[in-house]
């Protein structure tokens, strides 16, 4: 089925979010607020969630595997989480000052993280990577950051280049120039981010020696997500451990995504510990959130005690109690029972969906790990943002609407998770609408 057809299919199901969309427009530029939500002609306007599932505008139920890009581990609206929010709310929104459920939940993380000694709390993982980069300048007194192509670390200028830069001006895959992601990012940004090939041990390695007296801090996913949800090569974090370590270069992990694969997140799971740590999505509960720990030495910049600090961090609404409390519900529902129960949920659907894929011969593979997974349309090996663009530019779209009209919601990306609040017949409806929508498209 064409393009053109299955949006057409979409559209007939969507008519109040489209009207929501047209009034929209006049607001909003491109009636939109989220460049990541949005799809042409426009996206669907969500009402409720409950465990696996999510309902629109016009009523259409789907199965959520997009789980607000990652963040929904226990499914829509957990009932102890909800009932700790729906609590506290009537005991005020939020204060000029820190609450006990800011110091739990700190707590929280240290314990699961012992890389993290200290942490700080900021309202997205934007603003986590951006203090996270800041405390590293402030703590070696350098000023360049390294960056992996095909790294997404949010919205700040530090980290918007060479996210899916067009190939043709991004220079050679082992040595990939700075690419702004989009306008606005001045050259000075430019000057001070070096870039670096995911899973190219020599090349990564040769480039940040080269760069090592100025470097102040070497930042990257233990495993990449939103460039494909690829893995790093066997012993890749550890060449990056070391060579950091020997140069005085603070290397921070973003754990964003990556802190759902198991209770000390993927450090644990590969056995390497950063100096910082950046979180987000699953620490706030399904509220707005972030945060960035690491080693006291380098934390204690961001001290007021005794005159100002050498980092000061303000934020209004950091560490507000409800996000605070959230979080902390959610990672206490995720016993050692519930990660066991993701890692096998992800593994079926991947086997799952090799075995389809391997039996229509398609051009097509799914990578991951625990509950994370992402389909991509290429039959060369994925191990990079390079290697993973699909053969044909409008499959991952067409599989998305596609799958949307099979009432399963995915990311337009192809990246996708499972929740606790899923079981088999979930992952086997996924694969089930898979199949339909390739069969679709076939004829
Ligand atoms: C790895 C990573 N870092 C940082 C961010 C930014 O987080 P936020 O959207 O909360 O600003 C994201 C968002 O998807 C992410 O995937």
Redesign the pocket.
């Known amino acids: 089925m064409s393009l053109q057809s299955l949006i057409a299919d979409y559209q007939a199901k969507t008519a109040r979010s489209r009207a929501l969309f047209e009034e929209a427009q006049r607001v909003l530029p491109g009636g939109n607020t989220r460049t990541t939500v949005f799809i042409d002609p426009y996206p669907f306007y969500a009402t409720r969630g409950a465990g696996p599932r999510i309902w629109d505008a016009d009523g259409n139920e789907r199965l959520d595997f997009n789980g607000n890009?990652t963040s929904l581990i226990l499914g829509h609206a957990p009932p102890a989480v909800v009932a700790t929010v729906r609590e506290l709310a009537e005991r005020g929104l939020s204060f000029p000052g820190p609450s006990e459920h800011e110091l739990r939940l700190a707590q929280e993380l240290t314990r699961r993280v012992p890389s993290c000694e200290q942490v700080r709390f900021t309202n997205?993982?934007?603003?986590?990577?951006m203090l996270a980069i800041r405390g590293a300048r402030a703590y070696n007194g350098r000023a360049k950051i390294a960056k992996f192509e095909g790294?997404?670390?949010?919205?700040h200028d530090w980290v918007q280049v060479s996210i899916t830069p067009p190939l043709s001006g991004a220079g050679s895959r082992k040595r990939p120039r700075a690419v702004p992601a989009g306008a606005g990012i001045p050259p000075a940004v430019l000057k001070h981010v070096v870039v670096l090939p995911w899973n190219d041990p020599e090349a990564s390695l040769r480039t940040i020696e080269k760069h090592a007296r100025d470097l102040a801090c070497v930042i990257c996913?233990p495993i990449q997500?939103?460039a494909g949800v690829i893995p790093p090569a066997p012993g890749f974090l550890q060449v990056l451990r070391e060579v950091t370590e020997r140069h005085g270069i603070v290397l921070i992990f973003?754990e964003?995504?990556t802190f759902r694969l198991s209770a000390g997140g993927a450090q644990a799971v590969f056995g390497v510990q950063p100096d910082m740590t950046?979180f987000?999505?699953i620490i706030g509960g399904g509220l707005?959130?972030?945060a960035f720990g690491g080693r006291a030495d380098i934390m204690a910049v961001f001290d007021p005690r005794g005159g100002k600090p050498k980092v000061a961090q303000g934020g209004t609404f950091n560490a507000n109690p409800l996000t605070m409390a959230a979080g902390l519900a959610t990672l206490r529902a995720l016993t050692p029972d519930a990660y066991a129960h993701l890692d096998r949920l992800g593994d079926r659907l991947r086997d799952k969906i090799r075995a389809f894929f391997r039996g229509r011969r398609a051009k097509a593979q799914v990578t991951g790990q625990g509950s994370l997974f992402c389909l991509h349309w290429t039959s060369k090996r994925v191990a990079d943002f390079r290697g993973s663009r699909p053969t044909d530019p409008e499959q991952p779209l067409r599989t998305y609407i596609g799958l949307l009209n099979e009432g399963i919601l995915l990311s337009q990306r192809g990246m996708g998770a499972v929740s606790t609040a899923m079981g088999d017949a979930e992952v086997d409806r996924f694969v089930e609408a898979l199949g339909k929508v390739l069969d679709t498209e076939a004829r």
């Open positions: 890009y997205s993982g934007t603003e986590a990577t790294s997404y670390h949010g919205t996913e997500g939103v973003d964003v995504i950046t987000g999505k707005a959130v972030g």
